[in-house]
């Protein structure tokens, strides 16, 4: 008999178990569409030129691998900040940013988490309703309780923005707020920026707190600045604000584990603060942060030659979703005789098209068509080609009627 006889199975991820499958199945007109990595038009991960200039660049140099502080690496923090904020924000040279190295999106988030269970104790954390579906995870396991707002309008396939307004407003006074700063995972819907200030007016009002996860700088507007407006129209608001940053898909870090925790601070002091309470969260989980993700992001951000070819790099990747959007809008509307209007397609932006098809009808387009994505409809376009436009029209229709 084992010891473990009362372990019981785990349920699959609901997203990374999609890839699971996808590995298993054997047709040859199978098309993955679960997870949000972004894929070649040959459907071949890539790994960015700018990226491969900073491997080469730290292989000459001969960087070491010494621990990194808990903190992580200095220049990442500094560059990370500045590329949320802007380089030349006064808030960065106010010193009102902690800043910490975390293992990727997830892992900053859990920082946060387990940051807001110590000092915020009973607090609730807000979040969209739906969202990432990892973000319930993190906050259950953080055990910081958490509930949702309105935010998708399955009728308008749209923004449900007085819904949200609402139920913010409704909030306890001091609730986090968990916003995605671009690029809203999984419905590819964003606030307007008219719509941001009334959030972060109603934020204001409520002495809540803002914390915005920021996992596709880049990947909206192909811009990174533009993608990071809204986090600094709150920031040059005053407010407090946490920010996890993400480098898995803006740099095709996935497996580097590259990101950050920022919590943008009144002062100074309390800056300093805040992060060393991060540093002693982080201390007994994992020591200390990855160091060659860091040093690649450091490079490309802090050389002005590597950063600008990475924007364009960005640009392309973002302009190649747009166009596989572009292509699957049309062949949709062609090939659809009902009158269904499927230019809500066109309106969603970032790496996913929230499709509305059910848990039943998305059984039936991987069932029947081999094609792979998370039950909730959503599809990611980063891992469609336009030569497989076509058939992903021709299984979206079948499984709708
Ligand atoms: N937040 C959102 C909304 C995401 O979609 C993701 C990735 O899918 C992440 C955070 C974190 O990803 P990672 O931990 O790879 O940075």
Not at 12 to 29: C, H, M, Q, W
Not at 49 to 74: F, Q, S, T
Not at 103 to 127: D, N, Q
Not at 194 to 209: G, L, P, R, S, T
């Amino acid at each position: 008999a084992s010891r473990f006889e009362g372990v019981t199975m785990a349920p699959p991820d609901p997203i990374l178990g999609v890839s699971e499958a996808f590995k298993a199945d054997t047709d040859a007109k199978k098309l993955n569409l679960g997870v949000g990595a972004y894929r070649t038009e040959e459907l071949q991960p890539k790994v960015l030129d700018v990226v491969k200039k900073a491997e080469n660049l730290m292989l000459e140099r001969g960087e070491n691998k010494e621990y990194l502080p808990i903190e992580g690496l200095a220049a990442f923090n500094k560059a990370t900040a500045e590329l949320l904020l802007g380089a030349d924000n006064p808030i960065l040279q106010q010193g009102r940013v902690a800043t910490i190295q975390g293992l990727s999106g997830t892992g900053s988030l859990r920082l946060a988490g387990a940051f807001i269970e110590r000092y915020f104790p009973g607090a609730k954390v807000l979040i969209s309703s739906p969202t990432w579906g990892n973000h319930k995870n993190i906050f259950n396991d953080s055990r910081v309780p958490w509930s949702e707002y309105r935010y998708y309008d399955p009728k308008t396939v749209g923004l449900d923005f007085d819904g949200m307004i609402a139920d913010i407003k409704a909030a306890p006074e001091g609730t986090f707020v968990l916003l995605h700063g671009c690029a809203h995972n999984p419905t590819g819907i964003d606030p307007t920026a008219e719509q941001w200030e009334k959030i972060a007016d109603v934020i204001q009002e409520k002495n809540h707190i803002p914390f915005f996860d920021v996992a596709y700088q880049g990947f909206a507007s192909g811009s990174l600045d533009q993608d990071a407006s809204s986090v600094r129209l709150f920031a040059a608001r005053g407010m407090e604000v946490f920010v996890a940053q993400s480098y898995s898909k803006n740099l095709g870090l996935y497996a580097e584990r590259v990101g950050a925790i920022n919590v943008i601070c009144s002062s100074s002091d309390v800056a300093t603060r805040v992060k060393s309470q991060l540093k002693r969260i982080a201390r007994p989980m994992y020591s200390n942060p990855p160091v060659h993700g860091a040093r690649i992001v450091a490079n490309v951000v802090g050389d002005p030659t590597l950063f600008n070819e990475w924007k364009v790099e960005m640009e392309a990747m973002a302009g190649r979703i747009k166009g596989v959007r572009q292509k699957l809008y049309d062949s949709l509307s062609a090939k659809d005789k009902s009158g269904k209007d499927w230019s809500f397609i066109l309106k969603q932006i970032g790496m996913f098209s929230f499709t509305g098809l059910n848990k039943a009808q998305s059984d039936n387009m991987t069932d029947k068509w081999h094609i792979y994505m998370t039950k909730d409809g959503r599809i990611s376009l980063a891992g469609l080609s336009l030569a497989k436009c076509e058939y992903l029209a021709d299984a979206i229709i079948d499984s709708f009627y």
